[in-house]
């Protein structure tokens, strides 16, 4: 085979990219994988604070967030985090489970991508980083993929490139002009996973508040997610908020109740004739500084026997259904995922590949499917690589 062809072009060497380009080459078929930045997968790198929340041993459909949400069924029961757990362990990368079924390295996450790297190279993948990609055409039988380094043919062409999230890092658009030139329909795009901002009314009384955290249930409609909300200077962040915010859009308001597995009128009700101010009896729940400003947002400095129903109804209606609405999320810059993308529709579930044009396949997050916080977007990477990689 002349120097230039290949059986396969992948383009981005993320985690996606990495690990379908190891899987076809161990299969024989002859890898090229391209990459515009200098560096491996900054995305696994800087992932899951430094070591990588590589996947979760929850992962179901339900974990995803699609206009097709039966698409990443077929994808995710192939391959599963039990097969990246054995890859794992054959590497002799150990583990552990942090909360919620979420698997970090317990060195770092480089290990992550010295794993994908040597998979690699034991599967003779050619890589090419720092390459800029000029244009991808379709020729009579396969692919032409110009770059800086000269024009590569192949008969299929991998689009691994990733979505918008983290630009600083090398995040672009390339993957959805890709899909458009070849006609395909883009789900909207949207910064997901991301901090949301408040107004400046509402940052008046909770920004001193910067830096503390609390358990909440986050919520919009039906859906919520039991974990710590973090207030910030800007306005709210933490994994409750993060999950949240993949479901939020502009005007929507978020329902947050800070004392999610207790009744609070309950609880008032049971301590009647106590004499402790609610602020110190808000302190065996909160930090003294957020019971304090709980108690000066709601205007009430009384002890416990003094409180009127109606006081209590409103501390009740205050910490359990407390509602903010944001003005917009944090954008791509601060977003660890992007929602939308490549429309499924227009995918086969089975091999990733484009219904309208033959040896064309789009893996990762590039396509319209999105996980939660914890792991699952890499599952969701791996899933689909692996999908691709047995049929490229
Ligand atoms: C801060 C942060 C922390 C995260 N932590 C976790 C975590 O712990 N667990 C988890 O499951 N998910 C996590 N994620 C999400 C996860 O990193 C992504 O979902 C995953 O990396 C997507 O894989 P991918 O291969 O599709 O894209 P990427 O990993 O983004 O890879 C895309 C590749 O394409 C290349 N590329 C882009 N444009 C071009 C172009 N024009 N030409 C050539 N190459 C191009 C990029 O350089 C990059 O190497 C985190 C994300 C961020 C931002």
């Not at 604070?49 to 179901?60: K, S, V």
């Not at 054995?86 to 150990?94: M, Q, R, V």
């Not at 508040?209 to 859906?223: C, D, E, M, W």
């Not at 990762?364 to 792991?375: C, P, Q, R």
Request: proline content about 3%; hydrophobic content about 40%.
């Amino acid at each position: 085979m002349p120097d230039n062809k290949y059986d396969s072009i992948v383009i981005g060497a993320g985690a996606a990219g990495l690990m379908c380009a190891a899987l076809a080459g161990a299969r024989g078929r002859k890898v090229l994988l391209l990459d515009h930045s200098h560096k491996l997968a900054e995305k696994i790198r800087i992932s899951g604070g430094g070591r990588c929340n590589f996947t979760n041993i929850n992962t179901a459909p339900e974990c995803y967030i699609s206009n097709t949400p039966k698409f990443c069924i077929s994808p995710l029961s192939r391959y599963t985090p039990k097969h990246f757990i054995e890859l794992l362990n054959k590497y002799n990368i150990t583990y552990h489970e942090k909360t919620l079924g979420q698997l970090f390295c317990d060195g770092s996450s480089e290990q992550i991508i010295e794993l994908l790297d040597s998979l690699g190279n034991d599967s003779k993948v050619k890589r090419c980083m720092g390459v800029s990609i000029l244009c991808v055409e379709k020729e009579l039988s396969g692919f032409k993929v110009a770059t800086s380094i000269g024009d590569f043919v192949s008969e299929s062409v991998v689009i691994a490139t990733g979505g918008l999230s983290i630009p600083q890092i090398g995040a672009t658009g390339f993957g959805y002009n890709i899909a458009r030139q070849f006609g395909h329909n883009i789900i909207k795009t949207d910064a997901a996973l991301v901090p949301l901002a408040l107004s400046p009314e509402e940052l008046q009384y909770l920004s001193p508040l910067s830096g503390t955290s609390f358990f909440s249930s986050a919520s919009i409609n039906k859906t919520n997610f039991q974990e710590n909300t973090l207030i910030t200077h800007r306005g709210l962040s933490g994994p409750a908020i993060l999950q949240i915010s993949s479901y939020w859009s502009g005007g929507v308001a978020i329902s947050l109740d800070m004392l999610p597995n207790m009744n609070i009128t309950e609880e008032l009700s049971a301590n009647r004739s106590s004499n402790k101010l609610l602020e110190n009896f808000l302190a065996q729940f909160f930090s003294m500084r957020l019971a304090s400003s709980l108690c000066a947002m709601l205007q009430i400095n009384k002890s416990i026997s003094q409180l009127s129903k109606s006081d209590i109804h409103k501390i009740s209606n205050f910490i359990h259904s407390f509602t903010i609405k944001p003005t917009g999320s944090l954008g791509y810059k601060k977003a660890e995922v992007t929602k939308g993308g490549v429309d499924c529709k227009e995918l086969s579930s089975k091999s990733m590949m484009s219904n309208k044009v033959e040896g064309l396949f789009f893996i990762g997050e590039v396509v319209d499917v999105t996980g939660w916080l914890g792991g699952y977007n890499f599952q969701w990477a791996w899933a689909s690589a692996f999908a691709a990689a047995q049929n490229i």
